[in-house]
């Protein structure tokens, strides 16, 4: 079992950038591919961007090229480094892992076993 813990969120301009951090409980984090999924007011939970245990990564269209997942084994964390920010990136982020095996990127949500508690990211126009 994993327990992750999202930090990072916050408000910040369109045009910025926000780096959210998930950290990792547990000595198994090698073993869980993980990902970054959004919710706003009103709408479903989307996903946004994930990365398999072997460190291949996707993106949703929508934040391709402007965000970038990443992780560290070593500090049981994975990244996102949000960019060129859009108001309508605003949402709710939360960080998800899988078990999974070694190269596959899990974009389903209900392929997610663990979810963090959420950060918030707001993007002021």
């Known amino acids: 079992q994993v327990q992750l813990v999202e930090s990072g969120g916050g408000l910040v301009q369109a045009g910025g950038s926000l780096r959210l951090s998930c950290a990792a409980s547990g000595r198994t984090f090698s073993a869980y591919g993980m990902g970054w999924f959004r919710q706003a007011p009103g709408k479903e939970r989307e996903f946004v961007t994930a990365?398999?245990?072997?460190?291949?990564?996707y993106a949703s269209d929508s934040v391709k090229g402007r965000f970038t997942i990443s992780r560290d084994n070593a500090k049981t964390t994975v990244y996102l480094q949000m960019n060129s920010l859009k108001p309508e990136d605003t949402a709710m982020y939360y960080c998800a892992a899988s078990v999974s095996s070694y190269h596959y990127i899990v974009q389903r949500d209900r392929e997610y076993a663990y979810w963090g508690q959420g950060t918030q990211v707001t993007v002021s126009s």
């Open positions: 990365i398999s245990r072997s460190g291949s990564t």
